[in-house]
């Protein structure tokens, strides 16, 4: 099976801008995940996507965004960047079993 | 904002040395996973621990639980310079469905700060 696959794998962004971000997921998985990473903050979860809907959210302020596609392929848009959303942005996709979430390689993300 | 703290922030050991790494978190769990991070790349699951259980070994892995301090270790024995990576425990606290009505997804983990593992040659 192919891994999970992000498009761009660098990005970069000047500040006020908007970015969308693509994820397609493992084949068969309908959970899709996404993850910010940055030196200071480490690991924070954005938001899951489950057939489509958003399931879980995490503390993020609403210019940050996302989506899901029927295929489970799964869209992230930040808009109006700022320097602080420079970062590493992590998608992941499981199915539930004991095997845990399979990410991808990541899209860095520069905002100058 | 983190689950909890991983101790130590960075290890550096020889190779065929063992290296254990700690994570505590704060809330209850439904399981609490180990992920291995190579240079800023994506994150490759190593384990899982599901909360009933205490201990879990998988090849020159072995993690173990405590519920009741809300702490896990991961210990790599005979290590090995490719084991150079950042380590992260994540929990999940999501409460197990079937898998048919999507089962629990580990789709909000929560993170540690990791450790910074490097096994010199």
């Known amino acids: 099976k192919a891994g999970v696959t992000q498009t761009p794998r660098y990005l970069i962004k000047t500040r006020g801008q908007q970015v969308t971000l693509s994820c397609s997921p493992i084949?068969?998985?309908?959970?899709v995940s996404w993850y910010q990473q940055t030196p200071g903050q480490g690991l924070q979860f954005l938001f899951e996507?489950?057939?489509?809907?958003?399931?879980n959210k995490g503390n993020f302020p609403g210019r940050f965004s996302g989506r899901q596609f029927s295929n489970s392929r799964s869209e992230m848009n930040v808009s109006t960047l700022e320097l602080g959303d420079s970062a590493l942005y992590l998608c992941?996709?499981?199915?539930?079993?004991?095997?845990?979430?399979?990410f991808g390689q990541g899209t860095r993300l520069t905002v100058v | 904002s983190q689950q909890g703290e991983e101790d130590p922030q960075a290890l550096s050991i020889q190779e065929g040395e063992n290296a254990t790494m700690n994570c505590s978190y704060k809330?209850?769990?439904?399981?609490l996973q180990w992920y291995r991070q190579n240079s800023g790349r994506g994150l490759v699951h190593l384990i899982l621990?599901?909360?009933?259980?205490r201990e879990k070994h998988s090849g020159r892995l072995r993690v173990t639980l405590d519920t009741s301090k809300k702490s896990s270790s991961l210990l790599i024995t005979a290590s090995r310079a490719a084991d150079t990576a950042s380590y992260f425990c994540?929990?999940?606290?999501?409460?197990?469905?079937?898998?048919?009505?999507?089962?629990?997804?580990?789709?909000?983990?929560?993170f540690g700060q990791g450790t910074i593992l490097t096994v010199h040659p």
């Open positions: 621990i599901r909360s009933n259980e």
């Open positions: 996507y489950f057939s489509e809907t958003q399931r």
């Open positions: 994540a929990t999940d606290p999501s409460f197990l469905q079937p898998s048919y009505a999507g089962g629990t997804s580990y789709g909000k983990l929560t």
């Open positions: 992941a996709s499981s199915s539930g079993t004991p095997f845990g979430a399979f």
């Open positions: 809330t209850s769990i439904n399981n």
């Open positions: 084949s068969g998985h309908r959970s």
